[in-house]
């Protein structure tokens, strides 16, 4: 799907449950003139999530939900993001698994990062299973989210080579690194930037 936007930016919430490497990436993206997004809230299921603190560093409003009733974390979580007119989701490291009645009411406006050339390695563990299985190449995707899991329209990819050496650790570093280049390109594309 093809958005298209004017003068004022598009408020964007970020989903995350750990690190938050993407997040950061994601921020500083936003503070660029030509990002057609703005970054207006970070959500987390994980209090714990590293991620959380770049809320505080960049002054960013943070939430968390407590995924162990999901229904009712959604509805509080529709809430959140209507409060603060959210028109974009941006999952990056979000670990739970949005319901079919909470895609909807987002349809074509959530996105996500998968570490793997889509429709490849879907799911988790992705390193491990590319090298257990002598691939030549892997990447990452940032692709739309429907209701079957990493399956979503394929916005953007990035291919890198497997080094004979490669361990689950370096590939995983060199993936990321491409990971934050590649969302925020996707998210120019989809604006038609
Ligand atoms: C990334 O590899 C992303 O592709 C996957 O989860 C990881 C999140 O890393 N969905 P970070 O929290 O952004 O550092």
């Known amino acids: 799907m093809v958005l298209s936007t004017g003068f004022k930016k598009i408020k ?13 990436s994601l921020i500083k993206f936003t503070k660029k003139k030509k990002s057609p997004i703005s970054l207006d809230l970070i959500i987390s299921n994980n209090k714990k999530a590293k991620g959380l603190n770049y809320g505080k560093i960049f ?7 407590n995924f162990k009733k999901k229904n009712h974390a959604e509805n509080l979580l529709l809430l959140e993001l209507k409060k603060n007119h959210i028109e974009i989701i941006c999952l990056a490291g979000f670990m739970k698994i949005l319901s079919n009645n909470f895609i909807k009411k987002f349809k074509g406006k959530i996105l996500n990062i998968h570490p793997s050339l889509l429709p490849k390695y879907k799911g988790l563990n992705t390193h491990k299973r590319v090298l257990k299985n002598n691939e030549k190449y892997s990447g990452c995707t940032v692709h ?8 979503g329209k394929i916005i953007l990819q990035k291919k890198v080579k497997i080094k004979k050496s490669e361990t689950e650790a370096s590939l995983k570093r060199k993936i990321l690194l491409q ?3 590649l969302y925020p390109k ?3 594309k989809i604006f038609n930037l």
Do not use: C, M, P, Q
Request: charged share 25%; glycine share 6%.
């Open 12 to 24: 964007t919430a970020v989903f995350i449950s750990g690190t938050g490497s993407n997040l950061k």
């Open 59 to 65: 002054k960013i409003k943070k939430k968390i939900f």
């Open 144 to 151: 739309y989210v429907n209701s079957r899991l990493d399956s």
């Open 179 to 181: 990971e934050h280049l």
């Open 186 to 188: 996707a998210i120019l």
